[in-house]
């Protein structure tokens, strides 16, 4: 008898773990990064051939401005000659016009948006990196 509660025990909490780490998974999985404590929201894109730290601010609707930091694979600091910045709402489709971003600096590139509304959003950035060598690489944000 004792034997039978023991493995129904061993079952339940079998099934528990099973249960919590799935929903761990799941959390992990998600798309979406974080949005940081001054309400800004940052995300990481990379490709083969490039990566891009990405972070929106403010992460919540009404203007915003992003920034763009550009790198190598190997994290070192990446120069393009132009980065472009699509948007477009996923639930509803809508498309916001192409934004060409301003350089900052070697590897630093920002855009102001005048009006993002709440809800999930695809960004797609354009890096071209040579007149021949172009990248694009997207990933949805959160808008709050």
Not at 37 to 53: G, I, V
């Amino acid at each position: 008898m004792k034997q039978i509660k023991s493995a129904m025990t061993s079952r339940r909490n079998l099934a528990s773990l099973a249960l919590a780490m799935a929903a761990l998974l799941s959390v992990g999985a998600t798309p979406l990064a974080a949005a940081t404590d001054d309400d800004s929201f940052f995300t990481h894109l990379h490709t083969e051939k490039a990566m891009a730290n990405v972070t929106v601010s403010p992460g919540r609707a009404g203007p915003v401005e992003i920034a763009i930091q550009l790198e190598t694979t190997d994290e070192a600091p990446l120069t393009a000659k132009a980065v472009s910045v699509t948007l477009v709402d996923t639930q509803t489709g809508r498309k916001l016009a192409p934004v060409e971003a301003a350089r900052d600096g070697e590897d630093s590139w920002h855009v102001k948006v005048a009006q993002l509304t709440s809800g999930r959003w695809m960004l797609g950035l354009g890096i071209s990196i040579s007149e021949a060598d172009h990248v694009s690489i997207e990933s949805p944000i959160l808008i709050k």
